[in-house]
């Protein structure tokens, strides 16, 4: 492997993973099997989007922390970007240079499509890229240890990042390391998902699995037996005509719809955060810089590196554009978070406790 000074990261994303197995952590295992219809008929149903929106993934705590172990050289991430509940995160991924590469919905023959797919590339890039140092792969399949054993066999640092709970013990046994993602600097931990209890219809029960099912069969009707457990007489009238009346509109069209939706409100949001003060984002640009720094053995670390980090995380961030002539004074004005150890020409910092 050809020589070099600073550590050269390539970043390989099972999206669908990451999302499906966060959406299980937060809501209970096996949520998203069991929301997977509803998802897929309206993303924008009210309860639907509200359980997506508590299970959204922090994309930048990802790239973030793939940025602490060196420069990214290539990030790609894997998955139906036609689905809206991908789509959504489409604005974030291109604005942190991740490559999108497009899968097609899965079917019998595309069955594991992302895990393939992510390993010849990432096997095709270890040989025409020779001077990358480390590989970070996000997801939790067993499918991947063939995958982290020869990137190890090639020399490489492997770093598996996944959902605690919804990731394989093998393949954390076969990197050099693993993290998990609601450990990551910025994610907040959820809160213990409440058990789904059954539901009483009439004077019986009717399991939530169940009722999805039913759900699933009354929007796949279509036509005359479309909504026929809620209108009796056919006319397609209430929530039984608004998921039955699809059978007229192209699924493609109304995936694209959901998609452009969702994705508008993302835009808002992501304008609303935009305007936050530029020195609040350094400082939690700096708050996570010395959490994901702070992982060895030693708890101070060279202003240096501190500085070097935040900018692979930002290259945006310039202290000078906040006012600071140098990073030391920017340092100083945030010493309720960092404290700094002068000595001589080294300087030092650490976060405060």
């Known amino acids: ?48 989007a509200e359980r997506l929106a508590q299970a959204t993934v922090d994309v930048g705590a990802v790239i973030d922390f793939a940025a602490s172990f060196g420069s990214l050289t290539l990030t790609r991430a894997y998955a139906d970007w036609s689905s809206p509940v991908n789509a959504i995160y489409r604005t974030q991924l291109v604005a942190r240079a991740v490559d999108l590469v497009q899968l097609f919905p899965a079917a019998a023959y595309a069955k594991n499509g992302a895990d393939i797919r992510l390993a010849v590339d990432t096997v095709e890039d270890l040989y025409l890229l020779p001077d990358l140092t480390h590989v970070v792969i996000v997801a939790g399949d067993s499918d991947y240890v063939p ?61 939530g699995r169940g009722a999805t099912r039913s759900r699933s069969r009354r929007s796949q009707g279509g036509g005359e037996g479309a909504g026929s457990t809620d209108d009796p007489d056919g006319q397609g009238s209430g929530s ?6 699809r059978g007229g509109q192209s699924g493609a069209d109304g995936s694209a719809a959901a998609s452009a939706e969702i994705e508008d409100r993302l835009d808002d949001t992501l304008e609303d955060e935009s305007e936050d ?16 720094g702070g992982r060895g053995d030693s708890e101070w670390l060279h202003s240096s590196a501190v500085k070097s980090h935040m900018r692979r995380m930002d290259p945006s961030f310039s202290e000078k554009a906040l006012g600071f002539r140098s990073f030391s004074e920017f340092l100083k004005a945030n010493a309720d978070i960092a404290v700094l150890e002068e000595t001589g020409h080294e300087r030092l910092v650490r976060a405060r406790d």
Not at 164 to 192: I, M, Q, R, W
Not at 279 to 291: D, F, G, K, P, S
């Open 240 to 245: 039984g005509s608004r998921r039955g009346g």
């Open 147 to 207: 995958l982290a054993q020869r990137c190890r066999r090639l020399g490489r640092y492997v770093i598996a990042l996944g959902v605690a709970g919804s990731t394989a013990k093998s393949l954390a046994a076969a990197c050099d390391e693993f993290e998990s993602y609601e450990n990551l600097p910025g994610v907040e931990h959820p809160t213990a998902p409440a058990r789904s209890r059954p539901r009483r219809v009439g004077g019986g029960e009717e399991e």
């Open 277 to 292: 003060d530029p020195r609040e984002a350094a400082t939690r640009l700096l708050v996570r810089a010395l959490q994901l």
């Open 1 to 48: 492997m050809a020589e070099t000074q600073d550590p050269r990261v390539a970043v390989y994303l099972d999206f669908d993973n990451i999302v499906m197995s966060w959406y299980d952590r937060v809501h209970g295992r096996q949520a998203y099997s069991r929301d997977r219809h509803r998802i897929a008929e309206d993303p924008t149903e009210p309860e639907i």
